[in-house]
């Protein structure tokens, strides 16, 4: 790339997020069961060093991190999926017993926090 030139970004690829070691279960619970997001297979290369679950969501990767000692408190840190009929999403994130964390009203704009089992924030969106 030349000096001064942009960067051209072609789309996100994916997010990764950290949860506890041997936690794989509880992973495809929720990610699997209560998002209803599809499991993708792992390289055979990948398997072999990295004890990592990957998920598809909308043509965006999300790989789950259960290698031990790398999970860290969430902070502030999240991915954010825009969703349709997000009172509907809320509604059966909340049957599934899934905490919710108000967001700051914005004009034109739906959205709240849910934590997955870890304590991993998701924001979800919808623009009306």
Partial sequence: MEAGCKIQF???NHVTIAVPAGEHDRVRAFYGGVLGLKELE???QLRAVYDIIWFECA???IHIDLTPNC???QGN???????RAIAEVRRHLEANGVTILEAVPIPGKVWFYALDPFGNMIE?????
Avoid: T, Y
């Fill in 77 to 83: 840190r999240h991915f954010a999926m825009e969703v």
């Fill in 42 to 44: 792992r390289p055979a």
């Fill in 71 to 73: 999970f860290v408190p």
């Fill in 124 to 128: 979800f969106l919808e623009f009306k």
């Fill in 59 to 61: 043509g965006i990767q």
């Fill in 10 to 12: 072609h789309r996100l």
